[in-house]
């Protein structure tokens, strides 16, 4: 069963020029994804490619110029503003790239217990000291928290809200990879009770560590979608050059450089 399924999705701006002169800015074209239920999906690709633009649409968070056309859809059901509405925070729970999306009026600990009954505060207090978060961290605003702690609360609220889907934005940057390594752990644990996430990602290796299944996302599309035994071996398996390109390019894979055919291949 699909959780969610995106088609024929594509991502646009209006932007102003000269005067009153309006143009369209095509971000994302023609893309189709789809998550299975219980499974972990990582979205990997390079800075400016459209990944968290992907996310926003999903979740109707596009700023005011931005609009999408194609089809979204959550257990088969148009994702539309009334479904977001009943399923946002509570059936999908989104893990943002930055920490804005913590009220800075609330200490951490308040802010994790919104959606909880008092009689599971108890779970809050568990989470956060699995996640390294001591006492201490319950009572710190958000402006107190450093760049990786406020990411572990991020991710520690996300599993306290009991959510089916979370959607992961960069959950890992700045953090040690023990730290690192605690958060794969976690979305696997999610994954063991039938929980569901799609992970935006920079760092492959956090990617190939916890996915079912990797999407390469290049210049607005999704040229790929591979299990991620493909990536083994130098990505020999992979279809689409880029692809293969990305995974030899790592220091544990030599820094090897594409063959002149393969580099025709991808332009």
């Known amino acids: 069963m699909n959780i969610l399924e995106i088609k024929n999705l594509n991502i646009s701006f209006f932007q102003y020029q000269k005067g009153l002169q309006r143009r369209r800015l095509d971000v994302v074209r023609n893309l189709d994804l789809d998550l299975k239920q219980g499974e972990i999906m990582a979205i990997f690709g390079a800075s400016g490619s459209g990944k968290s633009l992907l996310v926003h649409a999903i979740l109707g968070l596009l700023p005011y110029n931005g609009f999408y056309e194609g089809g979204v859809y959550y257990k088969g059901e148009v994702l539309d503003e009334n479904l977001l509405e009943k399923v946002r925070g509570k059936e999908i729970f989104f893990i943002p790239q930055t920490i804005n999306s913590l009220n800075p009026l609330l200490k ?9 009954k008092k009689t599971d505060y108890e779970k809050q207090e568990e989470v956060y000291r699995d996640f390294g978060l001591g ?8 402006f107190e928290l450093s760049g990786g702690m406020a990411r572990r609360v991020l991710v520690a609220d996300a599993i306290l809200s009991g959510a089916e889907l979370i959607i992961a ?48 996302f290049y210049d607005g599309r999704i040229i790929e979608v591979s299990p991620v035994e493909a990536f083994k071996n130098q990505g020999e398996n992979l279809k689409n050059p880029y692809s293969r390109m990305l995974i030899r390019a790592l220091p544990e894979n030599g820094l090897t450089l594409l063959t002149n055919k393969e580099v025709e291949d991808l332009c």
């Open 108 to 116: 951490t600990a308040n802010q994790a217990r919104l959606t909880l």
């Open 135 to 142: 006492k201490e961290v319950d009572k710190m605003y958000p």
């Open 169 to 216: 934005d960069e959950p890992t940057p700045g953090m040690d990879k023990e730290a690192t390594d605690e958060i794969i752990t976690y979305f696997k644990d999610l994954k063991a009770v039938g929980k569901t996430s799609l992970i935006i990602s920079h760092d492959i290796n956090m990617a190939l560590a916890c996915a079912d299944r990797i999407g390469i």
